[in-house]
């Protein structure tokens, strides 16, 4: 099984702070997703990076896939009340279309 | 567009009873999946197809039976429910032309087995 391990599990900020969450891998993806889901629903993708080192910004996050395609990270400057969620990687395979996913770091803005 | 649709947002079950987990998606998107999410646990794959006819197991399929008849609708069979089977279930859909990577989801069924 190629694991996806997040950290960290948990994290509880003050508005306006910032924060980076990482994913990490012994096994290299073809690409990687992050996505956000908030109680109740399901998860919403934010990203897709495909090549190793690529860095992609969403207004306040900023996502970075490694140069060696193994681990990602997620920044979040200023963080808002509106980012609390869970915080989910997953990678995929080449050769094939299942998605792995990481366990998620559930963050928690306070104002 | 409706995106994913997932029925029943909420089921009760006695053990040994079955019944299915209905999806549909009007994307027409080739690529269909089953999750369940466990706290703790992340979202682990249960059963995918690439397209109608074909099926394939993922990650932890027993207990549970797909079919894809069409490419809108693909239906998760509990065959006998037990305990264990509590969880969120979420059913997921994406374009093969991207790998079948960006995946959409539905809002979820809660699942209770007494």
């Known amino acids: 099984t190629q694991l996806l391990e997040q950290s960290p599990q948990f994290l509880s900020i003050q508005e306006g702070e910032n924060l980076t969450v990482y994913c990490n891998s012994s096994?290299?993806?073809?690409?990687l997703q992050w996505y956000r889901q908030e109680p109740g629903e399901g998860p919403v993708l934010l990203v897709t990076?495909?090549?190793?080192?690529e860095v992609k910004k969403l207004k306040r996050l900023t996502f970075q896939f490694g140069d060696a395609r193994k681990d990602s990270s997620l920044h979040i400057t200023a963080a808002q009340t509106g980012d609390t969620g869970l915080y989910l990687c997953?990678?995929?395979?080449?050769?094939?279309?299942?998605?792995?996913f990481g366990k998620g770091t559930l963050l928690t803005v306070n104002p | 567009n409706a995106g994913v649709t997932q029925t029943p947002k909420f089921q009760v079950l006695k053990t040994g009873q079955s019944m299915t987990l209905q999806c549909a998606q009007d994307?027409?998107?080739?690529?269909m999946s089953w999750y369940r999410q466990d706290p703790g646990m992340g979202l682990r794959l249960i059963h995918y197809s690439v397209g109608a006819g074909i099926t394939d197991q993922g990650e932890v399929p027993n207990g549970y039976n797909v079919s894809r008849s069409t490419t809108e609708d693909f239906p998760l069979r509990l065959l006998s429910a037990a305990p264990s089977q509590t969880s969120v279930y979420f059913c997921?859909?994406?374009?093969?032309?991207?790998?079948?990577?960006?995946?959409?989801f539905g809002p979820g069924t809660r699942l209770t087995v007494l």
């Open positions: 990076v495909v090549t190793g080192g």
């Open positions: 096994s290299v993806f073809s690409s």
């Open positions: 997953a990678g995929a395979h080449w050769g094939n279309y299942k998605l792995t």
């Open positions: 994307m027409n998107h080739e690529y």
């Open positions: 997921a859909s994406s374009s093969l032309e991207r790998g079948g990577r960006e995946q959409f």
